[in-house]
T-cell receptor, first 115, second 117 residues
Framework: DTGVSQDPRHKITKRGQNVTFRCDPISEHNRLYWYRQTLGQGPEFLTYFQNEAQLEKSRLLSDRFSAERPKGSFSTLEIQRTEQGDSAMYLC?????????????FGPGTRLLVL | AQKVTQAQTEISVVEKEDVTLDCVYETRDTTYYLFWYKQPPSGELVFLIRRNSFDEQNEISGRYSWNFQKSTSSFNFTITASQVVDSAVYFCALSADYGGSQGNLIFGKGTKLSVKP
């Protein structure tokens, strides 16, 4: 029984560099979410996919951020031209969406530090 | 607007004490779901419970119990006979099926629980 996995677990980069994170959801989960969590705060919603379609983006997701979920399986989150304010934990979650609101199961997160 | 407030930033107890974590929510939707997650130092959010707005029955699972009261918009979490392994940050979250936003969670700021031996 595999849960949500994320790679890498930690990333240190210099300001201005691009970074990409990967999330593998629980098998057969059709919804995939990205959240960002800064120190001392709760996670904040960034975007979500239903299968391969990106259905909603938060205003937190500036044009430097892009997310994909090709073929409705794994997802990638890319941050271009990183800034120090991007330092945070990036969490991925998945759920099996039916007609209501289902439980989201989270991965271990990718901790990003921008120097 | 949707909002979750966890007024207790940090709580410290001694092992075997009971502790209650408070959660107050705001929403205009009549259909919504409430969740509690645990975040140990490793960072992974662990799902604990999910309740929908039409089910106000309290729930008990081992040492954990939840009290959902729509009249006060609260969904409080009690740990009975706390243990050191309960030390973590606990998040309350709200999800409502409104407009095009289906299912994204709105989290409180969390309550850090420290259980000392």
């Amino acid at each position: 029984d595999t849960g949500v996995s994320q790679d890498p677990r930690h990333k240190i980069t210099k300001r201005g560099q691009n970074v990409t994170f990967r999330c593998d959801p629980i098998s057969e989960h059709n919804r995939l979410y990205w959240y960002r969590q800064t120190l001392g705060q709760g996670p904040e919603f960034l975007t979500y996919f239903q299968n391969e379609a990106q259905l909603e983006k938060s205003r937190l997701l500036s044009d430097r951020f892009s997310a994909e979920r090709p073929k409705g399986s794994f997802s990638t989150l890319e941050i271009q031209r990183t800034e120090q304010g991007d330092s945070a934990m990036y969490l991925c979650a998945s759920s099996l969406q039916g007609t209501g609101i289902e439980t989201q199961y989270f991965g271990p997160g990718t901790r990003l530090l921008v120097l | 607007a949707q909002k979750v407030t966890q007024a207790q930033t940090e709580i410290s107890v001694v092992e075997k004490e009971d502790v209650t974590l408070d959660c107050v929510y705001e929403t205009r939707d009549t259909t919504y779901y409430l969740f509690w997650y645990k975040q140990p130092p490793s960072g992974e959010l662990v799902f604990l419970i999910r309740r929908n707005s039409f089910d106000e029955q309290n729930e008990i699972s081992g040492r954990y119990s939840w009290n959902f009261q729509k009249s006060t918009s609260s969904f409080n979490f009690t740990i009975t006979a706390s243990q050191v392994v309960d030390s973590a940050v606990y998040f309350c979250a709200l999800s409502a099926d409104y407009g095009g936003s289906q299912g994204n969670l709105i989290f409180g700021k969390g309550t850090k629980l420290s259980v000392k031996p």
